[in-house]
């Protein structure tokens, strides 16, 4: 299982002419997992300066040398034969020939590192035995009928010969390991193989073809040597055919050669660097960053997991409907959809979508007098009273509310037409704010390229002080762990560090000394300048001592003009995709959509209540 392994592995698309896709979708990938990137490549016959300049072309698909991801390469097939375009292929055209008088170029593996603009993490020397191939697997490639079975399973065949000469000139090649393709008609050439296997050749096997049945003499002739583990095979397809058909063997390792696997595991262990092995494992500083893809998935799979029925007042409403349909379909939530069922099952209809299992259609009109005491309950200090009730309950949030207060939702998603105000409103009336959290705030998750950002508070708290800041800090932190994202929080403002004054900074300042303190175990740095909070080089420069500058996770603007802007800028500029807000701080989850809110906006957005529901309980 992958999620209890110390390293995984995942082995890229090898790149061709045709089609010519594969190094951006192993970048894609790369990215994707957050994987560190090791590149696998032969010399050939490249000249160390011709060695550099690929390494250097290949990096430069891969983000160049500001990819910090990019670990290494390894050299593999090192002094290998070559054909006469340089290149090793890993086909059975290699054991057609004598390997000794290939085109072999020399090379010192101490030598490459200084070739290579990346660490060399391993340089691994061609070895011809590692390709030879087991007998059975050319039988089973060529669909051919076994005479006798021998050591069919073991015999490794490390070259070809096919006999059409007279036995003296082919006795040289009657050795340990060769596949000897004669025609089924040559018992002369049969038995003189037999004759070699009783003096104690190996053979690799014997290949007989043209579909002549053999000789009942002639076999009784060859027990003997059938005897010694011979293994002897037979195609339909005469000699000519079958060098075609060999031609297209492919001398990748079969999944149950387990010696051959073990012995290329052995041989290439010991030609990697094994310090860089071992710091695979170790704990490492490299900062763990999630990528879009992984967070989006991550928030199905927790959501999955969690069950949760999500209520959704503007339940007629086109997007919502139909990302309902997406989340039962998923099992990302049930979702309950407040509005006349007729109405909702026309708009399902018009959308194409079918609201079956996992979607439950309540109707305002039939449930709505049963809240009415409920509600008079929860606001008597206001003065409410019962007419005042039933008209407050007119809107699907209140009623929605209500039934998240009851717990007979989970969750309550709402805004593709209400405003934010007439969101949150109820729930602040109605459910009020969590214990210990003495306000509401809200986060986004910026889905940037190659890692997944929070922002807060860019929606609710117009201009919050010191104390309100750092409390928000503190719940964007413990956000950004809920959903996998750890936590660094940049304390933002328009200077870094002590270079600025003023009452702005100094709200930053304090709020930062009051997250600190309140939280120890939490990453919290501040005041820090955005690009000082995200580059490595401009925080190297401004804020050299601060865990977090250059590698923010968690970013807390000082007012909401300010994070709104700067959302609404980073998102509509990057053309990225934004979940949220997310509000924190309630004591059941609420959340609000923006109203220009797309499918996938509420999808999320419903994941991310089903989650918040279970890690409240």
């Known amino acids: 299982n992958a999620q209890d392994a110390e390293v995984v592995l995942v082995e890229g698309l090898v790149p061709t002419r045709k089609p010519q896709f594969a190094q951006s979708l192993n970048f894609e990938i790369a990215k994707t997992l957050n994987a560190e990137i090791v590149f696998v490549m032969s010399q050939g016959t490249d000249t160390p300066e011709q060695l550099k300049e690929r390494i250097e072309l290949t990096r430069s698909s891969f983000g160049g040398a500001k990819n910090t991801s990019i670990t290494g390469v390894i050299v593999n097939k090192l002094n290998a034969p070559v054909d006469e375009q340089g290149r090793t292929r890993p086909d059975l055209s290699e054991i057609f020939d004598d390997s000794s008088k290939a085109k072999v170029i020399k090379v010192d593996p101490a030598k490459l590192q200084d070739s290579s603009p990346l660490p060399v993490l391993g340089a691994v020397p061609w070895s011809f035995d590692l390709i030879a191939t087991r007998a059975i697997d050319m039988a089973r490639h060529l669909n051919a009928t076994v005479i006798n079975e021998g050591d ?35 018992p002369d050439v049969l038995v003189a193989a037999c004759l070699a296997a009783m003096n104690g050749v190996e053979i690799g096997a014997i290949l007989l073809t043209g579909a002549y049945e053999m000789d009942p003499r002639v076999s009784k002739l060859c027990e003997r040597a059938f005897a010694t583990g011979l293994p002897v095979f037979m195609v339909n397809t005469n000699t000519w055919q079958t060098s075609l058909s ?49 967070f989006r998935y991550q928030l199905t799979e927790l959501a999955r997991k969690a069950g949760k029925r999500v209520v959704l007042p503007e339940g007629d409403e086109p997007r919502t409907v139909k ?84 717990d007979e939702v989970d969750g309550l998603v709402s805004g593709a037409v209400h405003t934010t105000a007439n969101t949150i409103r109820p729930p602040l009336q109605l459910i009020k704010t969590a214990p210990g959290s003495s306000l509401v705030s809200s986060v986004f998750f910026m889905l940037l390229p190659e890692q997944v950002y929070v922002y807060g ?24 762990i809920a959903f996998g994202i750890e936590p660094r929080v940049a304390m933002l403002s328009y200077s870094t560090g002590t270079s600025g ?18 939280r120890p175990d939490l990453m919290i740095d501040g005041p820090l300048q955005y690009d000082a909070a995200v580059m490595a080089d401009v925080a190297k420069s401004k804020a050299p001592n601060s865990p977090v500058a250059g590698r923010a996770t968690v970013f807390i603007f000082p007012d909401l003009n300010t994070g709104n802007t700067t959302y609404k800028a980073v998102q509509r500029s990057a053309d990225l995709i934004s979940i949220g807000p997310m509000l924190q701080g309630m004591r ?30």
């Open 457 to 480: 508070d860019c929606a609710i708290n117009p201009d919050p002080t010191a104390e309100q800041l750092a409390e928000i800090a503190i719940q964007s932190a413990d956000s950004a």
């Open 152 to 186: 069919i399973n073991t015999r490794r065949v490390k070259s070809v010969t096919f006999c059409a000469r007279s036995i003296p000139h082919m006795l040289e090649h009657f050795r340990a390991g060769s596949l000897l393709v004669t025609s089924a008609d040559r």
């Open 588 to 617: 059941k989850p609420v959340n609000d959509l923006s109203r220009g809110a797309l499918v996938d906006d509420i999808v999320y957005t419903i994941a991310l209540t089903a989650i918040q529901s279970s890690q409240q309980q």
């Open 501 to 518: 004054a003023g009452s702005d900074v100094e709200k930053v300042r304090e709020a930062t000394r009051i997250a600190q303190e309140k």
């Open 246 to 294: 060999l031609q297209s063997f492919n001398l990748e390792v079969p999944v149950d050669d387990h010696e051959r696997i073990e012995k290329v595991q052995e041989y290439v262990a010991g030609y990697i660097n094994a310090d860089w092995i071992e710091s695979l494992t170790a704990t490492s500083e490299r900062s763990r960053r999630l990528s879009p893809p992984a």
């Open 323 to 406: 990302a309902a349909a997406i989340c039962a379909e998923r099992g990302i939530a049930t979702c309950v959809l407040l509005g006349n069922p007729d109405e909702i099952n026309r708009v399902a209809a018009s959308q194409g979508v079918e609201l079956g299992a996992g979607i439950e259609i309540v109707d305002p009109d039939v449930v709505r007098e049963s809240y009415v005491a409920r509600l008079v309950e929860l606001r008597k200090n206001k003065g409410m009273t019962e007419a005042v009730a039933r008209e407050q309950l007119e809107d699907n949030v209140v009623l929605g509310t209500l039934m998240l207060e009851q």
